[in-house]
């Protein structure tokens, strides 16, 4: 009954828009004016960084809702290289990294599928597996302005309970005339040494007097990253729920080449786990933009714009790791000698000895990315007042990835490891006797080959219209109808078995393979197929970590994965295919599809209130969305569970096809109040009902017994469920805004975020055919949570206030605070805040634009945040991390422009901790990019 009343609901909005938009047709039939009634807008050229910000300025004073904009400073000249290192600056806004690279954003604390990203106001596909943006797809040099809205309008596409990132692109008519502009810049990376080419271009001219014009950009760039890691995991603490016997070093105190019990296992800073990494990762980017726009009449504006994205990563990592306790799967236990203690009793310094394994690995995550949207708009202005608008889009992302990952282990054994702590430096001090080289002899142990190939698609189709009565209190009614379909499928790949080829054969000759093992060893009490010697390359970089005090082991071996793979299937091809050539594993693929139909009316009314000019405008957005998603699952109708409580195998794990439906709609009041108080004092206050549609992944279809571990007596289950609905929030904003000159201003403003429930993992018992498990499902919490914080920012331009040569001077501040609680009890006591938010973050920069030169000096920091509050010894935390970047320009001529860049000045170090700072889990070391270059325009 409830799904069904608010269809009515929704089918008498619908209803009430079409008749509104007849009738406001009707009316407007009558008025003798049917020229353009199209609203003035002032056009402010853009020629620098104080234009730039007097742009942005303008937009965010003029706009009714919350909102920021970041504007290019030239045509193809954007304010960061990177479109997610551009959105940074926006006060609220904080950037996840790959590889020192910005790729996702968080708007006041919320990321992944709490935003949504739009392409000139239509929603664009994404290459990533869930809802959430990867801006570094994107050039930057292709767009134009980026905006955000952080307060909703019934106008703008729901689903952001963070916000609307909308990236806008250039329209040809907007430039006058003829239009010309290319940069060429080399990038040199300080850890690799190596020089990338980037370049970008853009041209345009109008035609039949500037009623038709082509504008059309492309850019270009490859560059090497590389990236320094150490990561540890484990850290023994009983007050976090570990046992004396579960992650305690083992120290042979009175050495009889024994541990003797509990009383030889003490608490420990040094983790179970270290892994030293070194990531070189070529990243290469091809990318343009088409715009085309025809006005043949004063009353008829067509536009088509299309974007075009090609993005490739090789993702190598080359990686070592040991275990500083034991385990099953280590060579008997390992022997650890000359202990010492810090003052609370831990272990910070220890070698060891006997068997000691360090093994060698090599990590590749590539990504082969494409992303294009095609559209086109026509805007019909049939008389004075009505403007009548049908928009049609179509977008696509793919991720090809057929099985391209790997993770390959091989064994390696020294003589000893030395761990150090007592140095005083962020990382122990590490030496391994003897170092690792490419001649010494490994045992193969590990292959997994995987991949996720996504491929996401999108139709976009408005009709929108806005009318502007002639009514001194009624100034602007917008209305209008949508629909967007989007799918979303996955295919998933991975290796049967990365095993197969570890323990001399153990695994070959339990499946029935016959095997040759000439090349078995016995090293480290494990019998282990030999690897050639010809599989191992030399390491193939140098100054490991580079900016850390700490002794850390000296540069190691990789291998040569073609060749790894030709001496597995020298000893049995046929399992070398079958086990460790990645194949398509059907339970993991499937297909989600999302039809959203929209209604929205949005009433604005303008008039005065104590001589103060206010604008109000009123809106409600009615959607409705059907689900349906369809992949393949066990077939659970074939288990019968025998006496031991493992099933028949009776042909259960055979993959059945199996589809989802199910359906929801949601109502959603917004209000946006703009009081202008003088000309240049604006009083905002803005609160709407927001929604944030479930992870995509939640959706599908997804079985998965597991017969091995039991819960509560039954065996487990893991579930995917697509009659799930949308996160629901109410929020509400406040701000005031003093424009006090065109390029320098001041806010600040509130907000609040009361977040209904949570979509999360729900645990509880069911029956399915028959068989009660203990099932793991996505489902709706009972609790909630409430996110709320202050935004504040100061830009000034010095121009009116310094002499020469010092009135080219300005800068730009912004801080802001995000606290969080939970309504759920247990994580209310615990203080933790949501993953991902720093508590403060800021930004500073400081320009000069004085003579045709430019510089910029910004400086981006932000607070620390939870990553994972349940890892093992405590929450995890990535610490606060701040980034100095530069640029500066000289225009020898009206023409030509030099320019050089540089990113990470400082050569800033990203690291985090387990619940206390000195427990370090990981630390990254991504160096320093300087570019320079020179750009023409005509």
Same mark, same amino acid.
């Not at 831990?346 to 006997?354: E, F, I, L, N």
């Not at 992944?697 to 017969?707: D, E, H, K, S, V």
């Not at 310094?802 to 309504?823: I, K, R, W």
């Given at each position: 009954?409830?799904?069904?009343?608010?269809?009515?609901?929704?089918?008498?909005?619908?209803?009430?828009?079409?008749?509104?938009?007849?009738?406001?047709?009707?009316?407007?039939? *009558?008025?003798? /004016?049917?020229?353009?009634?199209?609203?003035?807008?002032?056009?402010?050229?853009?020629? @620098?960084?104080?234009?730039?910000?007097?742009?942005?300025?303008?937009?965010?004073?003029?706009? !009714?809702?919350?909102?920021?904009?970041?504007?290019?400073?030239?045509?193809?000249?954007?304010?960061?290289?990177?479109?997610? =290192?551009?959105?940074?600056?926006?006060?609220?806004?904080?950037?996840?990294?790959?590889?020192?690279?910005? *790729?996702?954003?968080?708007?006041?604390?919320?990321?992944?599928?709490?935003?949504?990203?739009?392409?000139?106001?239509?929603?664009?596909?994404?290459?990533?597996?869930?809802?959430?943006?990867?801006?570094?797809?994107?050039?930057?040099?292709?767009?134009?302005?980026?905006?955000?809205?952080?307060?909703?309008?019934?106008?703008?596409?729901?689903?952001?309970? @963070?916000?609307?990132?909308?990236?806008?692109?250039?329209?040809?008519?907007?430039?006058?005339?003829?239009?010309?502009?290319?940069?060429?810049?080399?990038?040199?990376?300080?850890?690799?040494?190596?020089?990338?080419?980037?370049?970008?271009?853009?041209?345009?001219?109008?035609?039949?007097?500037?009623? &038709?014009?082509?504008?059309?950009? @492309?850019?270009?760039?490859?560059?090497?990253?590389?990236?320094?890691?150490?990561?540890?995991?484990?850290?023994?603490? $009983?007050?976090?729920?570990? @046992?004396?016997?579960?992650?305690?070093?083992?120290?042979?105190?009175?050495?009889?080449?024994?541990?003797?019990?509990?009383?030889?296992? &003490?608490?420990?800073?040094?983790?179970?786990?270290?892994?030293?990494?070194?990531?070189?990762?070529?990243?290469?980017?091809?990318?343009?933009?088409?715009?085309?726009?025809?006005?043949?009449?004063?009353?008829?504006?067509?536009?088509?714009?299309?974007?075009?994205?090609?993005?490739?990563?090789?993702?190598?990592?080359?990686?070592?790791?040991?275990?500083?306790?034991?385990?099953?799967? !280590?060579?008997?236990?390992?022997?650890?000698?000359?202990?010492?203690?810090?003052?609370?009793?831990?272990?910070?310094?220890?070698?060891?000895?006997?068997?000691?394994?360090?093994?060698?690995?090599?990590?590749?995550?590539?990504?082969?990315?494409?992303?294009? *949207? &095609?559209?086109?708009?026509?805007?019909?202005?049939?008389?004075?007042?009505?403007?009548?608008?049908?928009?049609?889009?179509?977008?696509?992302?793919?991720?090809?990835?057929?099985?391209?990952?790997?993770?390959?282990?091989?064994?390696?054994?020294?003589?000893?490891?030395?761990?150090?702590?007592?140095?005083?430096?962020?990382?122990?001090?590490?030496?391994?006797?003897?170092?690792?080289?490419?001649?010494?002899?490994?045992?193969?142990?590990?292959?997994?080959?995987?991949?996720?190939?996504?491929?996401?698609?999108?139709?976009?189709?408005?009709?929108?219209?806005?009318?502007?009565?002639?009514?001194?209190?009624?100034?602007?009614?917008?209305?209008?109808?949508?629909?967007?379909?989007?799918?979303?499928?996955?295919? =998933?790949?991975?290796?049967? /078995?990365?095993?197969?080829?570890?323990?001399?054969?153990?695994?070959?000759?339990?499946?029935?393979?016959?095997?040759?093992?000439?090349?078995?060893?016995?090293?480290?009490?494990? /019998?282990?197929?030999?690897?050639?010697?010809?599989?191992?390359?030399?390491?193939?970089?140098?100054?490991?970590?580079?900016?850390?005090?700490?002794?850390?082991?000296?540069?190691?071996?990789?291998?040569?994965?073609?060749?790894?793979?030709?001496?597995?299937?020298?000893?049995?091809?046929?399992?070398?295919?079958?086990?460790?050539?990645?194949?398509?594993?059907?339970?993991?693929?499937?297909?989600?599809? $999302?039809?959203?139909?929209?209604?929205?009316?949005?009433?604005?009314?303008?008039?005065?209130?104590?001589?103060?000019?206010?604008?109000?405008?009123?809106?409600?957005?009615?959607?409705?969305? =059907?689900?349906?998603?369809?992949?393949?699952?066990?077939?659970?109708?074939?288990?019968?569970?025998?006496?031991?409580?493992?099933?028949?195998?009776?042909?259960?794990?055979?993959?059945?096809? +199996?589809?989802?439906?199910?359906?929801?709609?949601?109502?959603?009041?917004?209000?946006?109040?703009?009081?202008?108080?003088?000309?240049?004092?604006?009083?905002?206050?803005?609160?709407?009902?927001?929604?944030?549609?479930?992870?995509?992944?939640?959706?599908?279809?997804?079985?998965?017994?597991?017969?091995?571990?039991?819960?509560?007596?039954?065996?487990?289950?893991?579930?995917?469920?697509?009659?799930?609905?949308?996160?629901?929030?109410?929020?509400?904003?406040?701000?005031?805004?003093?424009?006090?000159?065109?390029?320098?201003?001041?806010?600040?403003?509130?907000?609040?975020?009361?977040?209904?429930?949570?979509?999360?993992?729900?645990?509880?018992?069911?029956?399915?055919?028959?068989?009660?498990?203990?099932?793991?499902?996505?489902?709706?919490?009972?609790?909630?949570?409430?996110?709320?914080?202050?935004?504040?920012?100061?830009?000034?331009?010095?121009?009116?206030?310094?002499?020469?040569?010092?009135?080219?001077?300005?800068?730009?501040?912004?801080?802001?605070?995000?606290?969080?609680?939970?309504?759920?009890?247990?994580?209310?006591?615990?203080?933790?805040?949501?993953?991902?938010?720093?508590?403060?973050?800021?930004?500073?920069?400081?320009?000069?634009?004085?003579?045709?030169?430019?510089?910029?000096?910004?400086?981006?920091?932000?607070?620390?945040?939870?990553?994972?509050?349940?890892?093992?010894?405590?929450?995890?935390?990535?610490?606060?991390?701040?980034?100095?970047?530069?640029?500066?320009?000289? /225009?020898?001529?009206? *023409?030509?422009?030099?320019?050089?860049?540089?990113?990470?000045?400082?050569?800033?170090?990203?690291?985090?901790?387990?619940?206390?700072?000195?427990?370090?889990?990981?630390?990254?070391?991504?160096?320093? +990019?300087?570019?320079?270059?020179?750009?023409?325009?005509?």
């Amino acid at each position: 009954m409830a799904t069904t009343t608010r269809k009515t609901y929704l089918s008498v909005l619908i209803s009430s828009i079409l008749a509104s938009s007849v009738s406001f047709a009707a009316t407007a039939q *009558q008025q003798e /004016n049917d020229s353009k009634a199209e609203e003035d807008v002032e056009v402010i050229e853009v020629t @620098g960084i104080r234009s730039s910000i007097k742009e942005s300025n303008f937009r965010k004073k003029e706009a !009714t809702t919350v909102v920021d904009v970041v504007v290019a400073d030239d045509i193809g000249k954007f304010p960061d290289e990177n479109l997610a =290192e551009a959105l940074q600056r926006i006060p609220g806004i904080t950037i996840t990294r790959n590889g020192g690279e910005g *790729q996702n954003i968080l708007v006041r604390g919320l990321g992944g599928g709490y935003n949504i990203t739009t392409l000139n106001g239509r929603k664009l596909a994404s290459e990533n597996s869930g809802r959430d943006f990867n801006f570094d797809t994107i050039a930057s040099e292709l767009v134009g302005a980026l905006q955000v809205y952080k307060s909703p309008e019934a106008r703008l596409i729901e689903g952001g309970i @963070g916000a609307v990132v909308d990236i806008e692109t250039r329209k040809p008519l907007d430039q006058d005339g003829f239009t010309l502009s290319a940069s060429a810049k080399g990038i040199y990376e300080s850890r690799t040494g190596d020089v990338h080419p980037h370049a970008s271009f853009i041209i345009g001219d109008n035609f039949n007097d500037d009623t &038709f014009g082509v504008l059309f950009s @492309g850019a270009y760039s490859k560059k090497t990253l590389r990236a320094d890691t150490y990561s540890a995991s484990g850290f023994f603490d $009983e007050e976090e729920g570990w @046992g004396a016997d579960s992650a305690g070093v083992p120290v042979d105190m009175n050495g009889n080449g024994e541990i003797d019990g509990q009383s030889e296992i &003490f608490a420990s800073k040094i983790p179970s786990y270290m892994y030293f990494a070194n990531a070189q990762d070529v990243r290469e980017r091809v990318g343009a933009t088409l715009a085309m726009q025809w006005r043949p009449t004063d009353t008829l504006d067509i536009n088509f714009d299309a974007l075009y994205s090609r993005y490739n990563t090789d993702g190598h990592r080359y990686q070592i790791g040991f275990v500083n306790y034991d385990e099953s799967w !280590t060579p008997g236990t390992p022997v650890f000698t000359d202990a010492e203690f810090d003052d609370t009793g831990r272990v910070v310094s220890m070698t060891q000895t006997g068997n000691t394994m360090v093994e060698l690995l090599n990590l590749t995550n590539p990504r082969k990315t494409d992303t294009y *949207q &095609f559209a086109l708009n026509a805007k019909w202005y049939p008389m004075d007042g009505l403007t009548l608008a049908v928009d049609v889009a179509h977008s696509k992302a793919k991720n090809d990835n057929g099985g391209d990952n790997r993770f390959i282990v091989a064994r390696g054994f020294i003589d000893s490891i030395g761990i150090d702590y007592t140095t005083g430096n962020m990382l122990p001090d590490v030496t391994l006797s003897p170092g690792l080289t490419a001649d010494q002899s490994y045992g193969a142990h590990y292959s997994r080959n995987t991949g996720t190939g996504v491929e996401d698609t999108v139709n976009d189709f408005k009709f929108t219209g806005t009318f502007v009565p002639e009514s001194d209190l009624v100034t602007r009614v917008d209305f209008g109808l949508t629909y967007l379909e989007q799918t979303k499928s996955q295919l =998933e790949y991975a290796s049967k /078995n990365a095993s197969q080829f570890s323990n001399g054969g153990q695994y070959l000759e339990r499946d029935g393979y016959e095997f040759d093992d000439s090349t078995v060893v016995n090293v480290g009490d494990f /019998n282990l197929f030999e690897i050639p010697s010809d599989v191992f390359v030399e390491a193939n970089f140098d100054n490991f970590l580079e900016g850390e005090s700490s002794i850390t082991p000296e540069p190691w071996p990789s291998f040569d994965y073609d060749k790894l793979l030709a001496y597995y299937r020298s000893i049995n091809a046929e399992a070398t295919d079958k086990s460790i050539v990645a194949s398509l594993n059907s339970s993991g693929t499937y297909e989600v599809t $999302e039809e959203v139909l929209t209604a929205y009316a949005q009433v604005t009314l303008e008039s005065t209130l104590a001589n103060m000019p206010y604008m109000l405008n009123v809106g409600i957005r009615g959607s409705q969305t =059907e689900v349906s998603s369809k992949g393949s699952v066990y077939d659970l109708s074939l288990i019968d569970l025998q006496e031991d409580g493992k099933p028949l195998e009776n042909g259960w794990r055979e993959t059945v096809e +199996q589809s989802f439906k199910g359906d929801y709609s949601n109502i959603l009041p917004s209000m946006n109040f703009k009081l202008s108080i003088t000309d240049d004092l604006i009083y905002r206050f803005s609160a709407a009902q927001v929604i944030s549609r479930p992870s995509l992944g939640y959706l599908r279809p997804w079985l998965a017994p597991n017969f091995d571990t039991y819960r509560e007596g039954l065996p487990q289950l893991s579930m995917g469920d697509s009659s799930l609905t949308p996160e629901e929030a109410n929020q509400a904003d406040m701000t005031l805004e003093w424009y006090f000159e065109d390029s320098s201003s001041l806010s600040g403003g509130v907000f609040v975020k009361d977040l209904k429930s949570f979509i999360d993992y729900v645990e509880s018992p069911v029956e399915i055919e028959g068989v009660r498990y203990f099932a793991s499902y996505p489902g709706k919490s009972k609790y909630g949570a409430t996110i709320k914080g202050a935004e504040f920012a100061y830009q000034q331009s010095l121009e009116n206030l310094l002499p020469e040569p010092f009135n080219g001077l300005g800068f730009q501040l912004n801080y802001t605070y995000v606290d969080s609680s939970y309504d759920e009890p247990e994580l209310k006591e615990s203080g933790l805040p949501f993953r991902g938010m720093s508590k403060n973050s800021y930004n500073a920069v400081v320009y000069y634009e004085q003579y045709g030169f430019q510089a910029r000096l910004a400086y981006n920091w932000r607070s620390k945040f939870l990553s994972d509050p349940d890892a093992w010894g405590g929450p995890y935390w990535i610490s606060d991390y701040g980034q100095l970047d530069a640029s500066m320009s000289y /225009n020898i001529s009206d *023409q030509f422009t030099v320019f050089a860049e540089a990113t990470n000045l400082t050569n800033e170090r990203y690291w985090g901790y387990t619940k206390r700072t000195d427990q370090v889990s990981y630390l990254e070391r991504f160096g320093t +990019q300087v570019a320079l270059g020179v750009r023409a325009s005509f």
